[in-house]
């Protein structure tokens, strides 16, 4: 159960529903190459909640507009390839064990070309079987972080090697939205749909 009322058109100002128009725009504009029987999101209209943390976020809609044409910078305007991109953000939403984001991002993994094993292993709480080389640095680059609260030069040297410069810095910064996207997800208890299988806790 949320804590977080959703938000109706009759309740929302003007500022709101105006955040809420432009995300919906820039929602329409990413292509959407999904298969059937992957996650999609609920039809982008005036009428229903967003999902995810864009309800929640809705509540600053300043914040709301910025927020998500960062997300869309990071995810659809990086170098680095969408394989890598949902690797990390597997990584971040297992750290945080936040339902929603695992739910909706698990299955683009998948799409995106992360190995069906690694994904298991990381809901799992093991290591991931991982034979790329990219994929490692990311992997232990982020785990690092996320564990130590900074890298070492040779974990650093192994990921700039692997995406260069600016894919390192966009990593960073991806690592830190979705942080923050899971943070979102869990203070606010976002809903999975009701036939969602939920994470295992994080012992």
Do not use: C
Request: proline share 11%; aromatic share 6%.
């Amino acid at each position: 159960m949320s804590r977080l009322e959703p938000l109706v058109p009759e309740r929302m100002s003007p500022e709101q529903r105006e955040a809420k128009r432009k995300i919906v725009e820039a929602r329409s504009r990413v292509p959407d190459t999904r298969p059937a029987g992957v996650y999609e999101p609920p039809d982008w209209n005036e009428e229903r909640p967003l999902g995810g943390p864009f309800d929640p976020w809705l509540r600053s809609p300043e914040l709301a507009r910025r927020l998500v044409a960062l997300g869309g910078v990071l995810r659809f305007g990086s170098s680095l390839p969408a394989r890598l991109t949902e690797l990390a953000i597997l990584l971040v939403g297992r750290r945080w064990t936040a339902q929603f984001e695992w739910y909706a991002h698990e299955p683009m993994a998948r799409r995106a070309g992360v190995p069906a094993e690694a994904i298991d292993a990381i809901r799992d709480g093991r290591t991931p079987p991982l034979e790329a080389e990219d994929e490692r640095a990311v992997h232990d680059f982020a785990v690092e972080l996320m564990e130590r609260r900074r890298v070492s030069d040779a974990t650093y040297a192994r990921l700039v090697e692997a995406v260069g410069e600016p894919g390192a810095v966009e990593l960073v910064a991806l690592l830190g939205y979705y942080t923050l996207v899971s943070m979102t997800l869990n203070v606010f208890e976002v809903p999975l749909p009701p036939d969602a299988t939920p994470l295992p806790l994080r012992t």
